[in-house]
């Protein structure tokens, strides 16, 4: 699942990692968070792609499930945060939006696993700000510093490039991570237009507590109308291999953790290293996944994901520079 919230918390006074102790805890909560981030991502490659179960909307709604009933526990419960109300029928509505958005990104990336490799997935992924741009731009008309925009040709140049120069390319599996991409990109400008109110705004964890559930509402009819025989492919996988279980409960818990871990550590860093440990984050998927699944790759399409992440920096400084 690579359906990660965008956060609205700010850096707490444990932020500077003052001490061993604080340090210790700093460098382990981003152990945790490239650990759920790479393991998800990978663990879903593995179910989709070589384990056999190609069921992915299925999937996206186990995932929701965990992260409802986890969300649920962390903020009732253990009082993570302070559980926020959504007040008003409207408010609810523009959660229900985000919320299909979303399960649209999910559904799109999670398909394209089928069909592409993690190292060409993230490549892609990576044009993430390129979207961003486009869509505050259509829909806010918000205009960027001119050198913002100029960053952005190689974080796009280089997908082209990595396009040309991959491997296992399926166009199918290409349009499916664009769409995912764009989605994503979509659901962040949209989530600052629709919660831009202050009595609308919520954090991340509690918008994941509201948008969950409705998800699953939204998933389930198109898992039973889509992928009408994965219940008794489920049961009866499950009779042959129980491991399958043990996947997919694992596999949707630490969807969950994706999202609890990148808000913990946006929590207790600065802005600035969550965008170094982001793209830092991406490489290491890459390198993981190439050792792991031993997809063929090539110079090219090496190269080409290097412009990109370049690209991603470029744009990162830039976006600095004009504020």
């Known amino acids: 699942m690579k359906g990660i919230l965008p956060l609205q918390s700010g850096k707490s006074p444990a932020g500077g990692g003052a001490g061993a102790g604080g340090r210790l805890f700093t460098f382990g909560l981003v ?16 179910l989709l792609s070589n384990y056999g179960f190609r069921f992915p909307i299925f999937l996206t709604m186990c995932h929701m499930m965990a992260c409802s009933i986890l969300s649920y526990v962390a903020i009732a419960w253990f009082k993570l945060v302070p559980m926020q109300i959504v007040r008003s029928q409207v408010q609810f509505m523009k959660i ?3 919320s299909a958005i979303f399960c649209a990104s999910v559904v799109s990336g999670n398909v394209s696993l089928k069909y592409l490799p993690v190292s060409f997935n993230q ?11 486009v869509f505050a731009y259509i829909m806010t008309l918000n205009r960027e ?7 952005l040709i190689p974080v796009v140049t280089g997908v082209i490039i990595a396009s040309g120069g991959e491997p296992s390319f399926h166009l199918f599996g290409f349009i499916m991570c664009i769409g995912a ?6 659901k962040s400008v949209l989530q600052g237009i629709l ?38 492919f489920t049961i009866a996988l499950a009779r042959r291999d129980i491991r399958v279980v043990w996947y997919l409960s694992f596999n949707s818990s630490l969807a969950y953790f994706v999202n609890l871990t990148n808000f913990l550590v946006t929590k ?4 600035l290293t969550l965008q ?32 990109t992440v370049i690209g991603v920096i470029l744009y990162s400084e830039a976006k600095k520079g004009s504020k």
């Open 123 to 133: 490549a892609v992924g990576a044009t993430t700000p390129f979207f961003t741009a």
């Open 195 to 232: 919660l831009s109110s202050e009595g609308e705004k919520l954090n991340s964890m509690n918008l994941l507590l509201y948008m969950a559930p409705i998800a699953v509402v939204l998933l389930l009819p198109a898992t039973l109308y889509m992928e009408p025989n994965v219940l008794g």
């Open 96 to 98: 229900t939006y985000l």
């Open 145 to 151: 510093a001119w050198l913002t925009y100029v960053a």
């Open 181 to 186: 991409t764009a989605a994503r990109a979509l």
């Open 31 to 46: 152990t945790s968070w490239y650990a759920s981030n790479i393991g998800v991502l990978l663990l879903n490659k593995y």
């Open 268 to 271: 207790h860093t600065s802005a």
């Open 276 to 307: 170094v440990l982001g793209n830092a984050k991406g490489a290491v998927a890459v390198v993981v996944s190439i050792l792991l699944f031993r997809n063929p790759v090539s110079v090219t399409g090496m190269l080409g994901y290097g412009l």
